[in-house]
């Protein structure tokens, strides 16, 4: 007899979130914990979205997924993490058991484990910049039995009864020229339409788009309205420190949509309107801030509630990694099989299992063959749509105006809404439990914890323009001047991921689970 499912779905969990426990030496049952927006079949479960049959479940086959999902075949578990390093699994062994989850709040909350505040997280949070091939899966924790979790990006986790092995996706092609890169992108846009499509899903799914003045989601945006999608969310405030600068202070995508005749969501926030869904945003910000490790996605806060409160579950396609695999200037580093990144865009890995949507990255697909794509980028064919500037992206300028969008509304100045340097939470209740927090466990008053951020704050907008000013000669600036070695934006990562981890479980426990959870 084979391996069999057992399901147990919890209402009070994220939407898309789910967690497996699978003894390795009996390999008798495989038992899924998750969420209401998971789709749950014999022999698989998935949340996500890919380029090929619905019904027929080969997401582990797939070049291009989005998501996360289980495949049980021939003796052989396969946890499929995402095509995009925008997502990742976490597992972990404890005893003959083995645990993996799409969430790392949630394998926390199963576990009991807890985040080690001694520990320098850099390396678990921007090793990956390194390639696929070279990250560093092992991933700290505290816990009496079980060493450490371990935190995987684009491939396959393949579990037997005798050993857990990884396996790549497919991905390589021979590229030569525009039109053959999209009509591949294309293809593959459209099968996975029609994946998300499927009649045979018992969770309807939405689509939207996100756009804004840049190149990348703008691109996207023109994809997807190819596709079908009629609704974009775009917002207006742009993350510059530069607020009096109309060119830099607004990243709007209104002109473009208007250009595509989409319906706009405009999700900027108020800072009144941040809610306790802001440790979502929180939990993914780990590392330490003075290296930038990731930035802080909560100006789509309103986008994320939308996307909740109206949909069961929702595909949203973004822009993240355009700004390498589009780039005329992307240098040789990069420019390998491997996906490499410069930075790490994990700022929707917790929230959008809450929201309950899949992100689909279209720049990951086919970016395995960046250096090809780059080439083309260069070729004198694709002139036409290069600006000769320090932004530009011609394949995406020429996706963008053969779909009609005004070559003046968009790709003309770098801008960005990610928060960099994110110290207190926004919302007045998370605050004053944080400072709280800070005071009972560090001895560190409100009073300085708010004279830290304000001089901090300050320097770096200084070293900013002094930054902006002689960039030619400064290659560094630092975004903790003051108390170098005390990092707020790390222990309010690990206050968040504490306070989620810590609900999980009460769900967990309320639910009835207990016998279950470590």
């Known amino acids: 007899m084979g391996l069999s499912v057992k399901y147990y779905p919890i209402s009070d969990l994220p939407k898309l979130a789910w967690l497996a426990c699978l003894n390795q ?10 969420g209401s927006s998971v789709e749950c079949c014999e022999d698989w479960m998935v949340e996500g979205v890919w380029d090929g049959d619905f019904a027929s479940g080969d997401f582990h086959k797939a070049e291009n997924f989005f998501g996360s999902g289980i495949r049980v075949e021939d003796e052989r578990v396969y946890f499929v993490p995402s095509s995009a390093l925008t997502d990742h699994l976490f597992y972990c062994c404890n005893r003959e058991t083995l645990l993996v989850s799409n969430s790392l709040i949630f394998l926390l909350g199963f576990t009991g484990a807890a985040l080690d505040d001694t520990h320098d997280y850099y390396n ?6 390194k390639g696929i091939r070279d990250y560093k899966k092992e991933f700290a924790i505290i816990h009496p039995e079980i060493e450490r979790f371990y935190q995987v990006f684009y491939e396959n ?3 037997t009864k005798d050993e857990i092995s990884f396996e790549f996706k497919n991905g390589l092609h021979k590229i030569t020229s525009f039109d053959q890169y999209y009509d591949l992108l294309w293809s593959a846009l459209t099968r996975t339409k029609r994946n998300y499509e499927d009649p045979k899903r018992k969770n309807s799914i939405s689509a939207f788009s996100t756009i804004s003045s840049g190149y990348d989601s703008t691109a996207v945006t023109c994809l997807a309205k190819k596709l079908g ?8 405030k742009s993350a510059s420190w530069i607020k009096w600068s ?24 108020a800072p009144s309107s941040i809610t306790g869904d802001e440790l979502y945003f929180l939990s993914t910000n780990y590392g330490k801030a003075k290296n930038n490790a990731v930035l802080n996605e909560i100006a789509h806060s309103s986008m994320a509630a939308y996307i909740e409160q109206n949909c069961s579950a929702a595909v949203l396609f973004t822009g993240y990694h355009g700004d390498k695999v589009w780039d005329i200037h992307t240098s040789e580093q990069f420019l390998g099989e ?16 809450k929201s309950g949507f899949i992100n689909v990255s279209v720049p990951y697909i086919l970016a395995r063959n960046i250096r090809s794509l780059v080439a083309i980028s260069r070729s004198d064919a694709m002139k036409p749509w290069s600006l000769n500037n320090d ?5 995406a300028r020429r996706i963008a105006e053969s779909s009609g969008v005004p ?18 939470p926004i919302s007045r209740c998370l605050r004053r439990l944080f400072l709280q927090y800070l005071k009972k466990h560090y001895d560190l008053s409100p009073w300085f914890i708010y004279i830290n951020h304000v001089l901090n704050q300050t320097a770096f907008l200084v070293q900013k323009m002094v930054f902006r000013t002689f960039r030619p000669t400064l290659k560094h600036r630092r975004s903790t001047t003051f108390w170098p070695n005390l990092d707020i934006s790390f222990l309010m990562w690990i206050w968040a991921t504490h306070m989620l981890r810590d609900r999980c479980r009460q769900v967990l426990l309320g639910r009835g689970f207990g016998k279950h959870i470590r």
């Open 25 to 34: 030496k009996t390999f008798a049952e495989l038992s899924v914990f998750h």
């Open 124 to 129: 678990e949070s921007l090793s990956v910049v």
């Open 157 to 159: 986790i393949i579990v």
């Open 229 to 236: 999608v009629e609704t974009c969310f775009t917002l207006k």
């Open 246 to 269: 109309a060119k830099y202070a607004t990243d709007d995508g209104t002109p473009a949509a208007q250009a595509l005749n989409l319906s706009i969501i405009h999700a900027d926030y």
């Open 338 to 353: 491997e996906l490499v990144r410069q930075d790490v865009a994990l700022g929707f890995s917790e929230v959008r299992l």
């Open 391 to 395: 932004y530009d992206r011609p394949i």
């Open 407 to 424: 070559r003046s509304v968009f790709g003309i100045y770098k801008k960005g809404v990610g928060r960099h340097f994110y110290r207190l």
